[in-house]
């Protein structure tokens, strides 16, 4: 049985954590989407456009992974795409109360039989998040290690401007 799975974020930017759920996710499934989430309401460092780009550069050597974008309601987006999976990523205990939370109203939302996996991040990167990453960097600390080097790149570049 083929099946197919999404992973979704806003990740802005993509960190190291995001990329251990990718690529373990990647081994499960046959295909996994990288869903990127567009909310206009939130003040984003990088653009949709950017954010898929730097996706796609960084899972490059993913061969079943692909990326897209949406907005709205996840549950409408995995029903029009018929994913049989929906994968998310918990760091700590209040990652899981809020991802619990989330998963139970989508279960009602989603049609068929669409179920949601959580993976624990690696302990290595459970402290990390996109916000924080964003900080450290923009005080100028050092973020090596915790971001893939394309993002760090991009970031780099998003300073300098």
Do not use: W
């Not at 373990?24 to 989430?37: E, H, M, P, Q, T």
């Not at 994913?83 to 990523?89: A, L």
């Amino acid at each position: 049985m083929k099946q197919k799975a999404i992973y979704t974020g806003s990740f802005d930017p993509l960190t190291n954590g995001h990329m251990d759920i990718i690529t373990r996710a990647s081994k499960l499934y046959d295909k996994l989407v990288i869903g990127v989430i567009f909310n206009p309401s939130k003040k984003s460092m990088f653009t949709l456009e950017e954010r898929e780009e730097m996706i796609r550069k960084a899972t490059k050597d993913l061969p079943n992974v692909e990326v897209d974008h949406f907005s709205g309601l996840l549950a409408d987006y995995v029903n029009e795409n018929k994913f049989d999976v929906v994968v998310r990523g918990l760091r700590a205990t209040t990652d899981f109360e809020y991802e619990i939370q989330m998963a139970q109203m989508n279960a009602r939302l989603y049609r068929d039989n669409v179920e949601t996996i959580f993976l624990m991040t690696n302990p290595q990167y459970s402290f990390i998040s996109s916000s924080m990453i964003k900080e450290v960097h923009s005080l100028n600390g050092c973020v090596d290690g915790l971001i893939p080097e394309i993002i760090l790149e991009y970031m780099d570049k998003k300073r300098k401007v």
